[in-house]
């Protein structure tokens, strides 16, 4: 074993995956109780697909809702499609997992965030989830998030 493990992507593919089945979960059930997500992605990745005007709108990074009012969500191996209400005009978004910085629960105070360092090295560090955008409006969550740490799980 020349290289070694590489722990970083691993994270990154593991903590991807649980996003997948918690969306594929909402896709077929709803969300439960008071559950709901702001994901933050990169607009510019070559994969994700939104309207011109989103895109001209939010060059960099754009903040979505997902909680009282989506559509249509369908949940693949490489992302997700989900119709959003922005100003009363749904639109049509796919997200692929790779684009995705930043996955909040705030009822739960669950978050994760995906940085790069180094180029392709991805690690999942803490966040600090204060403000979120939803429809171009800051907007405080009802908490603040925690992430996750796996070092809290071993013994």
Do not use: C
């Amino acid at each position: 074993m020349s290289q070694g493990i590489d722990y970083g992507n691993l994270m990154h593919r593991a903590m991807r995956g649980l996003i997948q089945e918690v969306l594929q979960d909402v896709a077929a059930r709803g969300l439960p109780g008071d559950h709901h997500f702001f994901i933050t992605f990169d607009t510019g990745h070559p994969d994700v697909e939104i309207a011109d005007w989103l895109s001209d709108r939010y060059p960099g990074e754009m903040t979505v809702v997902m909680q009282h009012w989506f559509d249509a969500l369908e949940v693949t191996d490489e992302g997700f499609a989900v119709t959003l209400n922005f100003g009363d005009a749904p639109e049509r978004l796919y997200i692929p997992y790779d684009a995705i910085k930043t996955f909040v629960d705030p009822s739960v105070e669950f978050g994760l965030r995906f940085e790069t360092q180094d180029g392709d090295d991805d690690d999942v560090e803490e966040a600090d989830f204060a403000e979120v955008e939803e429809d171009g409006e800051d907007e405080k969550p009802q908490k603040d998030a925690e992430v996750v740490s796996l070092d809290s799980f071993r013994k």
